[in-house]
């Protein structure tokens, strides 16, 4: 009795999940969403372990956020500096000169690094190229945040030369 009280609760959950669609999320009546993630440096002359897993963050690094319309234009940009831990938390009006901005139509990259010894970007975690968000980590009444990252940044004695074609 009790196993069917617990599958009849999962299914609910699943069906009340698979509701809220984008749609859904649209329904929290937020005037703005939130983009966070974090910053790190990546040193590849430390040992393997060191460097898989020993990531420090990197304070005053720039990264910023841009949002194109559904013709592709650019209609919203703005940018934060990674705190001492390395987060950046930006906040995206969803409305700018009456144009709705939709969250799929935003790009978070970096943009400079706070260290002058491990400033040369990679594109670990899409940091270099951009990152388009897509589902919201965190959806609350009043509160929608999408985590992207980590972006890393490395040292330049960890830059691969370009050999060209072989």
């Avoid at 617990?6 to 699943?14: E, F, K, N, Q």
């Amino acid at each position: 009795m009790e196993r069917c009280s617990i599958l009849a609760l999962l299914s609910a959950a699943v069906l009340i999940m698979s509701s809220l669609g984008v749609e859904g999320w649209s329904s929290y009546n937020t005037e703005v969403f939130q983009v966070g993630g974090k910053v790190m440096c990546q040193d590849c002359s430390k040992d393997w372990n060191q460097w898989a897993h020993g990531a420090a963050p990197i304070p005053g690094s720039k990264v910023a956020v841009t949002c194109m319309d559904a013709r592709a234009r650019v209609v919203y940009h703005t940018s934060d500096l990674a705190d001492a831990e390395g987060e950046f938390d930006l906040s995206v009006t969803k409305n700018v000169d009456g144009i709705e901005i939709e969250p799929e139509n935003c790009a978070v990259r970096l943009v400079s690094s706070g260290s002058a010894t491990c400033n040369l970007m990679t594109d670990f975690g899409g940091g270099k190229s951009g990152v388009s968000l897509h589902r919201p980590t965190q959806v609350y009444p009043g509160v929608i945040k999408y985590t992207v990252g980590p972006f890393y940044f490395t040292t330049p004695q960890c830059d691969l030369p370009d050999n060209g074609p072989q």
